[in-house]
Protein backbone atom coordinates (compact mmCIF):
# COMPACT_ATOMS: atom_id res chain seq x y z
CA UNK A 1 0.00 0.00 0.00
CA UNK A 2 2.94 1.96 0.36
CA UNK A 3 6.03 2.08 -1.75
CA UNK A 4 8.59 3.62 0.17
CA UNK A 5 9.93 6.46 1.92
CA UNK A 6 9.15 9.04 -0.63
CA UNK A 7 5.81 7.39 -1.19
CA UNK A 8 5.25 10.31 0.26
CA UNK A 9 4.20 14.48 -0.73
CA UNK A 10 6.70 16.45 -1.33
CA UNK A 11 5.63 19.69 0.99
CA UNK A 12 6.14 16.99 3.87
CA UNK A 13 10.44 16.93 3.38
CA UNK A 14 10.53 20.59 2.43
CA UNK A 15 9.00 21.48 5.88
CA UNK A 16 10.78 18.39 7.55
CA UNK A 17 14.16 19.71 6.23
CA UNK A 18 13.01 23.59 7.47
CA UNK A 19 12.55 21.57 10.70
CA UNK A 20 15.50 20.40 10.82
CA UNK A 21 17.28 23.18 10.54
CA UNK A 22 15.26 26.12 12.67
CA UNK A 23 13.75 23.89 15.51
CA UNK A 24 15.15 20.77 15.83
CA UNK A 25 14.22 20.73 19.91
CA UNK A 26 10.33 21.27 18.99
CA UNK A 27 8.01 17.95 19.24
CA UNK A 28 4.68 17.44 17.72
CA UNK A 29 1.39 16.00 18.59
CA UNK A 30 -1.14 15.10 15.43
CA UNK A 31 -4.80 13.47 15.47
CA UNK A 32 -6.83 11.57 13.25
CA UNK A 33 -10.36 14.04 12.12
CA UNK A 34 -12.75 11.76 11.14
CA UNK A 35 -14.81 14.03 9.49
CA UNK A 36 -16.91 12.22 7.29
CA UNK A 37 -17.89 9.98 10.33
CA UNK A 38 -16.93 6.88 8.66
CA UNK A 39 -17.76 3.63 10.63
CA UNK A 40 -14.36 1.24 10.40
CA UNK A 41 -14.99 -2.62 10.37
CA UNK A 42 -14.39 -4.56 13.35
CA UNK A 43 -10.50 -5.33 13.08
CA UNK A 44 -9.56 -2.02 11.57
CA UNK A 45 -7.20 -0.82 14.01
CA UNK A 46 -4.92 -4.07 14.46
CA UNK A 47 -4.59 -4.26 10.57
CA UNK A 48 -3.38 -0.57 10.36
CA UNK A 49 -1.29 -1.07 13.49
CA UNK A 50 0.98 -3.87 11.28
CA UNK A 51 0.71 -1.51 8.19
CA UNK A 52 2.07 0.95 10.15
CA UNK A 53 4.92 -1.33 11.83
CA UNK A 54 5.89 -1.92 8.07
CA UNK A 55 6.89 1.20 7.48
CA UNK A 56 9.94 1.12 9.91
CA UNK A 57 11.48 -1.48 7.04
CA UNK A 58 11.89 1.45 4.58
CA UNK A 59 15.05 3.68 4.01
CA UNK A 60 16.03 6.29 1.02
CA UNK A 61 17.34 4.35 -1.20
CA UNK A 62 20.21 5.36 -3.97
CA UNK A 63 18.01 5.95 -6.64
CA UNK A 64 15.49 8.09 -4.46
CA UNK A 65 18.80 9.86 -3.13
CA UNK A 66 20.11 11.06 -6.37
CA UNK A 67 16.38 12.03 -7.98
CA UNK A 68 15.86 14.35 -4.68
CA UNK A 69 19.82 15.85 -5.19
CA UNK A 70 19.56 16.44 -8.70
CA UNK A 71 15.87 17.61 -8.92
CA UNK A 72 15.28 19.26 -5.83
CA UNK A 73 17.98 21.69 -5.92
CA UNK A 74 16.42 23.54 -2.34
CA UNK A 75 17.26 20.55 -0.46
CA UNK A 76 20.51 20.66 1.37
CA UNK A 77 23.12 17.95 1.16
CA UNK A 78 22.95 17.83 5.19
CA UNK A 79 19.35 17.22 4.92
CA UNK A 80 19.53 14.96 2.41
CA UNK A 81 22.07 12.96 4.58
CA UNK A 82 20.11 12.69 7.48
CA UNK A 83 17.23 11.66 4.94
CA UNK A 84 19.25 9.26 3.80
CA UNK A 85 19.68 8.04 8.18
CA UNK A 86 15.83 8.19 8.78
CA UNK A 87 13.41 5.66 9.47
CA UNK A 88 9.79 5.34 10.10
CA UNK A 89 9.83 4.82 14.20
CA UNK A 90 5.73 2.89 14.85
CA UNK A 91 5.99 3.70 18.78
CA UNK A 92 5.24 7.33 17.83
CA UNK A 93 1.91 6.18 16.50
CA UNK A 94 -0.98 5.26 18.65
CA UNK A 95 -3.58 3.52 17.35
CA UNK A 96 -6.82 2.02 18.92
CA UNK A 97 -10.79 1.09 17.99
CA UNK A 98 -13.98 1.55 19.99
CA UNK A 99 -16.52 -0.19 18.51
CA UNK A 100 -16.19 1.47 14.68
CA UNK A 101 -14.56 4.68 15.91
CA UNK A 102 -11.35 4.50 14.62
CA UNK A 103 -8.75 7.22 16.88
CA UNK A 104 -5.12 7.75 15.93
CA UNK A 105 -2.51 9.82 18.10
CA UNK A 106 1.34 10.64 17.09
CA UNK A 107 3.62 11.81 18.71
CA UNK A 108 7.18 12.55 19.16
CA UNK A 109 10.18 15.74 18.03
CA UNK A 110 8.43 17.42 14.89
CA UNK A 111 11.20 16.94 12.59
CA UNK A 112 10.14 12.87 12.56
CA UNK A 113 6.99 12.69 13.29
CA UNK A 114 6.27 15.54 10.52
CA UNK A 115 6.29 12.24 7.85
CA UNK A 116 3.77 10.49 9.34
CA UNK A 117 0.65 12.06 7.87
CA UNK A 118 0.32 11.60 4.20
CA UNK A 119 1.43 7.84 4.01
CA UNK A 120 -0.86 7.30 7.26
CA UNK A 121 -4.29 8.44 5.61
CA UNK A 122 -3.27 6.76 2.29
CA UNK A 123 -2.95 3.65 4.62
CA UNK A 124 -6.37 4.45 5.92
CA UNK A 125 -7.68 5.22 2.53
CA UNK A 126 -6.74 2.21 0.74
CA UNK A 127 -6.95 -0.50 4.13
CA UNK A 128 -11.07 0.61 4.49
CA UNK A 129 -11.56 0.12 0.76
CA UNK A 130 -9.87 -3.75 1.54
CA UNK A 131 -11.30 -4.49 4.50
CA UNK A 132 -14.80 -3.97 3.26
CA UNK A 133 -14.46 -5.39 -0.02
CA UNK A 134 -15.41 -2.13 -1.76
CA UNK A 135 -15.14 -2.73 -5.39
CA UNK A 136 -14.05 -0.29 -8.08
CA UNK A 137 -15.15 0.47 -11.50
CA UNK A 138 -13.36 -1.54 -13.96
CA UNK A 139 -10.03 -0.65 -14.67
CA UNK A 140 -11.71 0.30 -18.67
CA UNK A 141 -14.26 2.39 -17.35
CA UNK A 142 -11.30 4.28 -15.07
CA UNK A 143 -8.76 4.55 -17.34
CA UNK A 144 -11.19 6.10 -19.89
CA UNK A 145 -12.54 8.45 -16.96
CA UNK A 146 -8.58 9.50 -16.84
CA UNK A 147 -8.21 9.90 -20.31
CA UNK A 148 -11.30 12.21 -20.58
CA UNK A 149 -10.45 14.66 -17.98
CA UNK A 150 -7.06 14.83 -19.62
CA UNK A 151 -8.88 15.71 -22.82
CA UNK A 152 -10.57 18.35 -21.43
CA UNK A 153 -8.06 19.74 -19.27
CA UNK A 154 -5.74 20.41 -22.70
CA UNK A 155 -8.81 21.92 -24.79
CA UNK A 156 -9.07 24.57 -21.65
CA UNK A 157 -5.21 24.99 -21.86
CA UNK A 158 -5.53 23.87 -18.15
CA UNK A 159 -2.23 23.60 -15.99
CA UNK A 160 -2.68 20.78 -13.34
CA UNK A 161 -0.88 18.93 -10.81
CA UNK A 162 -1.74 15.45 -9.00
CA UNK A 163 -2.55 16.02 -5.33
CA UNK A 164 -4.02 12.76 -4.28
CA UNK A 165 -1.93 10.67 -2.34
CA UNK A 166 -3.76 11.17 1.02
CA UNK A 167 -6.82 9.93 0.25
CA UNK A 168 -6.15 7.60 -2.91
CA UNK A 169 -8.38 4.42 -3.65
CA UNK A 170 -5.23 2.19 -3.75
CA UNK A 171 -1.51 2.83 -4.60
CA UNK A 172 -2.03 0.28 -7.70
CA UNK A 173 -4.70 3.22 -9.28
CA UNK A 174 -2.72 6.45 -8.14
CA UNK A 175 -0.06 4.97 -10.68
CA UNK A 176 -2.48 3.83 -13.19
CA UNK A 177 -4.01 7.25 -13.13
CA UNK A 178 -0.78 8.86 -13.84
CA UNK A 179 0.57 6.55 -16.52
CA UNK A 180 -3.05 7.38 -18.17
CA UNK A 181 -2.47 11.03 -18.06
CA UNK A 182 0.95 10.92 -19.64
CA UNK A 183 -0.84 8.38 -22.41
CA UNK A 184 -2.53 11.36 -24.00
CA UNK A 185 -0.59 13.17 -26.21
CA UNK A 186 0.04 16.96 -25.33
CA UNK A 187 -0.94 16.11 -21.67
CA UNK A 188 -0.71 19.49 -19.25
CA UNK A 189 -0.05 17.27 -16.35
CA UNK A 190 2.56 19.63 -15.02
CA UNK A 191 4.02 17.23 -12.17
CA UNK A 192 2.84 15.47 -8.91
CA UNK A 193 3.11 15.93 -5.05
CA UNK A 194 4.13 12.30 -4.75
CA UNK A 195 7.81 12.09 -4.28
CA UNK A 196 8.20 8.84 -5.51
CA UNK A 197 5.77 8.60 -8.53
CA UNK A 198 7.86 12.34 -10.08
CA UNK A 199 10.76 10.25 -9.92
CA UNK A 200 9.00 7.07 -11.58
CA UNK A 201 7.30 9.18 -14.19
CA UNK A 202 10.37 12.10 -14.94
CA UNK A 203 7.58 14.25 -13.18
CA UNK A 204 8.13 18.05 -11.59
CA UNK A 205 7.68 17.22 -7.93
CA UNK A 206 5.25 19.86 -6.47
CA UNK A 207 4.52 21.09 -2.68
CA UNK A 208 5.83 24.11 -0.32
CA UNK A 209 4.25 24.11 3.04
CA UNK A 210 1.46 23.24 4.96
CA UNK A 211 -1.18 24.44 7.28
CA UNK A 212 1.01 22.68 10.27
CA UNK A 213 3.70 25.32 9.38
CA UNK A 214 1.63 28.38 10.18
CA UNK A 215 -0.04 26.45 13.05
CA UNK A 216 3.09 25.65 14.77
CA UNK A 217 4.22 29.72 14.36
CA UNK A 218 0.82 30.55 16.39
CA UNK A 219 2.06 28.02 19.11
CA UNK A 220 5.41 29.46 19.09
CA UNK A 221 4.79 33.58 18.52
CA UNK A 222 1.15 34.00 19.05
CA UNK A 223 -1.70 34.01 16.36
CA UNK A 224 -1.05 37.65 15.55
CA UNK A 225 2.45 37.38 14.62
CA UNK A 226 1.66 33.62 13.36
CA UNK A 227 1.65 34.46 9.89
CA UNK A 228 4.46 37.06 9.46
CA UNK A 229 6.63 34.81 11.40
CA UNK A 230 5.70 32.08 9.39
CA UNK A 231 6.40 33.32 5.84
CA UNK A 232 9.83 34.61 7.81
CA UNK A 233 10.65 30.92 8.81
CA UNK A 234 10.53 29.99 5.39
CA UNK A 235 12.36 32.74 3.54
CA UNK A 236 15.10 32.32 6.20
CA UNK A 237 15.27 28.48 4.93
CA UNK A 238 14.14 29.00 1.00
CA UNK A 239 15.37 32.14 -0.16
CA UNK A 240 12.36 32.53 -2.33
CA UNK A 241 12.23 29.25 -3.85
CA UNK A 242 8.85 27.44 -3.34
CA UNK A 243 7.06 30.52 -3.04
CA UNK A 244 3.43 29.49 -2.80
CA UNK A 245 2.11 30.32 0.27
CA UNK A 246 -0.68 28.89 1.84
CA UNK A 247 -3.43 31.66 2.82
CA UNK A 248 -5.68 30.48 4.94
CA UNK A 249 -4.41 28.55 8.12
CA UNK A 250 -6.25 31.74 10.14
CA UNK A 251 -8.22 33.02 7.09
CA UNK A 252 -6.83 34.88 4.10
CA UNK A 253 -8.07 38.28 5.27
CA UNK A 254 -5.57 37.65 8.16
CA UNK A 255 -3.34 36.47 6.33
CA UNK A 256 -3.33 39.37 3.96
CA UNK A 257 -2.42 42.01 6.93
CA UNK A 258 0.91 41.11 6.52
CA UNK A 259 1.82 39.50 3.22
CA UNK A 260 3.22 43.40 2.46
CA UNK A 261 4.61 44.17 -0.93
CA UNK A 262 8.00 42.86 0.15
CA UNK A 263 6.40 39.17 0.88
CA UNK A 264 4.23 40.08 -2.09
CA UNK A 265 6.53 40.30 -4.54
CA UNK A 266 8.98 37.74 -3.51
CA UNK A 267 6.29 34.86 -3.21
CA UNK A 268 5.27 33.55 -6.87
CA UNK A 269 1.91 33.27 -5.38
CA UNK A 270 -0.17 31.62 -3.40
CA UNK A 271 -2.87 28.17 -2.65
CA UNK A 272 -6.04 28.82 -2.21
CA UNK A 273 -7.40 25.77 -0.26
CA UNK A 274 -10.74 26.90 1.79
CA UNK A 275 -13.34 29.01 0.97
CA UNK A 276 -15.52 30.26 -2.26
CA UNK A 277 -12.36 30.10 -5.22
CA UNK A 278 -13.68 32.64 -6.81
CA UNK A 279 -13.93 35.69 -4.25
CA UNK A 280 -10.65 34.40 -2.90
CA UNK A 281 -8.96 35.45 -6.94
CA UNK A 282 -11.48 38.65 -6.79
CA UNK A 283 -9.48 39.12 -3.51
CA UNK A 284 -6.11 38.45 -4.51
CA UNK A 285 -6.57 40.32 -7.58
CA UNK A 286 -6.95 43.50 -5.48
CA UNK A 287 -4.73 42.54 -3.09
CA UNK A 288 -1.96 42.94 -5.81
CA UNK A 289 -3.38 45.67 -7.52
CA UNK A 290 -3.34 48.02 -4.35
CA UNK A 291 0.87 47.14 -3.60
CA UNK A 292 1.05 48.08 -7.41
CA UNK A 293 2.04 44.79 -8.45
CA UNK A 294 0.37 43.06 -11.81
CA UNK A 295 -1.32 39.96 -10.38
CA UNK A 296 -0.63 38.66 -14.01
CA UNK A 297 2.91 38.03 -12.62
CA UNK A 298 1.18 36.12 -9.82
CA UNK A 299 -0.11 32.95 -9.53
CA UNK A 300 -3.35 31.04 -7.83
CA UNK A 301 -2.47 27.53 -7.11
CA UNK A 302 -6.16 25.74 -6.38
CA UNK A 303 -6.53 22.63 -4.13
CA UNK A 304 -9.55 22.64 -2.58
CA UNK A 305 -12.38 19.96 -3.71
CA UNK A 306 -11.49 20.32 -7.69
CA UNK A 307 -13.41 18.19 -10.44
CA UNK A 308 -12.93 19.58 -14.51
CA UNK A 309 -15.94 21.30 -14.00
CA UNK A 310 -14.95 23.25 -11.31
CA UNK A 311 -11.22 23.34 -12.93
CA UNK A 312 -12.40 25.08 -16.39
CA UNK A 313 -14.92 27.34 -14.70
CA UNK A 314 -11.75 29.05 -12.69
CA UNK A 315 -9.34 29.10 -15.73
CA UNK A 316 -11.86 31.24 -17.74
CA UNK A 317 -12.38 33.32 -14.81
CA UNK A 318 -8.53 34.04 -14.47
CA UNK A 319 -7.43 34.08 -17.64
CA UNK A 320 -5.87 37.44 -18.79
CA UNK A 321 -6.53 38.47 -15.13
CA UNK A 322 -4.01 36.23 -12.96
CA UNK A 323 -2.43 32.99 -13.69
CA UNK A 324 -3.93 29.99 -12.15
CA UNK A 325 -2.91 26.12 -11.77
CA UNK A 326 -4.49 23.68 -10.26
CA UNK A 327 -3.78 20.63 -7.63
CA UNK A 328 -6.50 18.04 -7.97
CA UNK A 329 -6.61 15.15 -5.33
CA UNK A 330 -9.31 13.02 -4.59
CA UNK A 331 -11.07 13.37 -8.30
CA UNK A 332 -7.95 12.04 -9.30
CA UNK A 333 -6.85 9.39 -7.50
CA UNK A 334 -10.28 8.37 -6.11
CA UNK A 335 -12.88 8.74 -9.01
CA UNK A 336 -13.16 4.93 -8.76
CA UNK A 337 -16.89 4.58 -8.67
CA UNK A 338 -17.22 4.62 -4.56
CA UNK A 339 -17.91 7.61 -1.93
CA UNK A 340 -13.71 8.52 -0.84
CA UNK A 341 -13.31 9.04 3.09
CA UNK A 342 -13.40 12.65 4.54
CA UNK A 343 -10.83 12.98 7.04
CA UNK A 344 -7.27 14.51 7.85
CA UNK A 345 -4.55 14.53 10.14
CA UNK A 346 -3.76 17.45 11.59
CA UNK A 347 -1.15 18.81 14.48
CA UNK A 348 -3.00 19.69 17.68
CA UNK A 349 -0.02 20.34 20.20
CA UNK A 350 3.18 21.79 19.83
CA UNK A 351 5.92 22.37 21.94
CA UNK A 352 9.54 23.91 21.96
CA UNK A 353 11.39 21.46 23.78
CA UNK A 354 10.78 17.72 25.70
CA UNK A 355 10.90 20.14 28.87
CA UNK A 356 8.11 22.91 27.69
CA UNK A 357 4.68 22.39 28.18
CA UNK A 358 2.71 21.48 25.41
CA UNK A 359 0.41 24.30 23.54
CA UNK A 360 -2.81 23.33 21.75
CA UNK A 361 -2.65 24.29 17.99
CA UNK A 362 -5.95 25.70 16.23
CA UNK A 363 -6.59 25.80 12.34
CA UNK A 364 -9.34 27.81 10.96
CA UNK A 365 -9.49 27.83 8.09
CA UNK A 366 -12.14 30.46 5.35
CA UNK A 367 -15.01 27.98 6.11
CA UNK A 368 -15.94 26.76 9.60
CA UNK A 369 -16.46 23.22 8.74
CA UNK A 370 -12.60 22.74 8.06
CA UNK A 371 -11.76 24.76 11.76
CA UNK A 372 -9.49 22.16 14.29
CA UNK A 373 -8.61 22.85 18.18
CA UNK A 374 -10.17 22.21 21.35
CA UNK A 375 -13.09 24.93 21.13
CA UNK A 376 -11.59 27.19 23.87
CA UNK A 377 -8.52 27.53 21.80
CA UNK A 378 -10.74 28.22 18.64
CA UNK A 379 -12.11 31.04 20.79
CA UNK A 380 -9.10 32.15 21.91
CA UNK A 381 -7.65 32.60 18.80
CA UNK A 382 -10.66 33.76 17.34
CA UNK A 383 -11.22 36.87 19.84
CA UNK A 384 -7.16 37.40 19.71
CA UNK A 385 -7.41 37.93 15.63
CA UNK A 386 -10.75 39.87 16.42
CA UNK A 387 -12.38 38.60 13.58
CA UNK A 388 -16.40 37.70 12.86
CA UNK A 389 -15.93 33.88 11.97
CA UNK A 390 -17.48 31.10 14.08
Partial sequence: MITGLTDNDLYKFTMQQAVFRLYPEAWAKYAFINRGKTAFPHGFADALTEEVRSLAGFELTSDEYTFLKNRCYYLSPVYLDFLSHYRFNP????????????????????YRTILWEVPLMALISELYFTKTGTAALSREVRKQKNIDKTRRFIEGSVSFADFGTRRRFSSDNHR??????????QSTMTGTSNVFLAMKYALRPIGTHAHEWFMFHAALNGYRLANKTSTDAWTEVYKGNLGIALTDTFTTDNFLI??????????????HDSGNPFEFAEKMIAHYIKLHIDPTTKTIVFSDGLD???????????????????GIGTNLTNDVGVKPLNMVIKMSHARFDEDSPWIGTVKLSDV????TGSDEEIDLCLRTLKRGIS
Fill in 368 to 371: QGKH
Fill in 308 to 326: PDKVLELQRYCNGRIRCSF
Fill in 176 to 185: EVIEDILSVP
Fill in 91 to 110: DEVSISQQGENLEIHIEGPW
Fill in 258 to 271: SFDSVKARLFDGVR
